[in-house]
């Protein structure tokens, strides 16, 4: 069995997963799935689907983040090649060759992510307040992609833990 897995090209991006990216998939789908049975009352079906749809639709949100980054890296003239999901998260994958760059690309490229988690954290959030009188799963969803990008994309993108755009922020920071 293969470590990683080709899911194919988009918008120019070669996109691929490990094999952690499908546990961490049906890992977050039974919790989500729970969660809507247990804590929301969905009934089970609900529960069910709208569980794996939330898990789709972070991951989705993930792919979001990292054409932030695609974007900010374009505009640096230093782009970035592809998406590599695994676990719960993905890694934006760049040319092994591109050599030394100045930090202010490597600044650049770093926020591009959060300002696009952000954008759509704040879509998201009219959506919620939108969608309230709808109610039921796709209120549910709505809510869950809001807080989903808030909190893991957007905050928990900065803060500095080792293997997140705060980390390299905070290290380019650091260089003079």
């Known amino acids: 069995m293969p470590e990683k897995y080709w899911l194919g090209h988009f918008i120019g991006l070669r996109v691929s997963a490990r094999r952690s990216a499908l546990l961490g998939l049906l890992i977050l789908w039974l919790i989500l799935g729970m969660i809507g049975g247990w804590v929301l009352k ?11 749809l939330a898990a789709l639709l972070h991951y989705a949100s993930e792919f979001w983040h990292n054409l932030g980054h695609a974007a900010a890296a374009r505009q640096t003239g230093n782009p970035m090649v592809g998406v590599l ?72 993108a900065i803060l500095p833990l080792g293997f997140t755009d705060g980390s390299t922020i905070l290290y380019w920071l650091r260089q003079r």
């Not at 969905?42 to 794996?52: E, H, K, R, T, Y």
């Not at 930090?103 to 959060?114: C, W």
């Open 42 to 52: 969905l009934p089970l079906m609900q529960a069910v689907f709208g569980g794996l």
């Open 85 to 156: 999901y695994w676990g719960f998260l993905a890694t934006s994958l760049y040319p092994k060759d591109e050599g030394e760059l100045p930090r202010n690309v490597h600044l650049i490229r770093a926020i591009g992510g959060p300002i696009a988690s952000l954008l759509l954290t704040m879509v998201m959030g009219a959506a919620t307040l939108a969608l309230h009188a709808v109610g039921g799963v796709v209120w549910y969803l709505v809510v869950f992609l809001f807080l989903d990008n808030l909190l893991v994309f957007t905050l928990g």
